[in-house]
């Protein structure tokens, strides 16, 4: 467990999940997916039963090449962040990123912050020499972020999404570590 300080000087606690944290992890997405259209699922759209997603969390914990971290305040999930990897030979060394913040802590550090403990944890891990994302392509504050650390454009798939009657492309991005 780690203690960090945030921009407004409230601290927050980044620890790995663990099985028990399942229930509120699934409540976590199914609420900040109603604050943002950048995630892949909307409000209540995580769909995963607590038991599977338990299941996943456990597997995660025993690969030495994925990891899921939360980061909290005051007991309550404010962002989950993880790098999962296949189990395949041939492309485990490639670890799929992922975070998602609650709206109300974004812009105060914590996705930076988060970015540089996985990829420091994937430089440790010994397996993993590539970090690969998606994202939305007018999702102009996460691509500065990943950018910043040194992410660089790999590619873009074509109105992949579809919200609310628009189509939108998703941002392939990568780094070589």
């Known amino acids: 467990m780690k203690k960090i300080c945030l921009k407004n000087g409230k601290e927050v606690m980044i620890k790995e999940a663990v099985q028990e944290d399942a229930q509120s992890m699934i409540k ?10 950048f995630l892949s699922f909307g409000k209540n759209g995580f769909s995963m039963s607590q038991h599977d997603y338990e299941n996943f969390i456990e597997s995660t914990r025993t690969d030495n090449h ?5 980061a909290t305040m005051d007991n309550e999930i404010i962002s989950i962040a993880s ?7 041939r492309t485990k060394h490639v670890g799929t990123l992922g975070i998602v913040i609650a709206e109300e802590h974004c812009g105060l550090g914590l996705g930076r912050t988060l ?5 420091e944890w994937a430089k440790g891990n010994g397996t993993t020499k590539k970090i ?13 972020l990943y ?4 992410f660089k454009e790999e590619g873009l798939l074509q109105q992949d999404t579809y919200i609310d009657g628009m189509y939108y492309s998703t941002l392939i991005m990568g780094l070589l570590i």
């Open 115 to 119: 970015m540089d403990e996985l990829i």
């Open 132 to 144: 690969h994302l998606v994202t939305r392509e007018d999702n102009d504050r996460a691509i500065e």
């Open 83 to 89: 790098i999962t990897s296949s189990q395949k030979a």
């Open 66 to 70: 994925s990891i899921i971290l939360l």
């Open 147 to 150: 950018k910043k650390v040194g």
């Open 28 to 37: 976590f997405y199914n609420i900040v997916g109603g604050e943002t259209d």
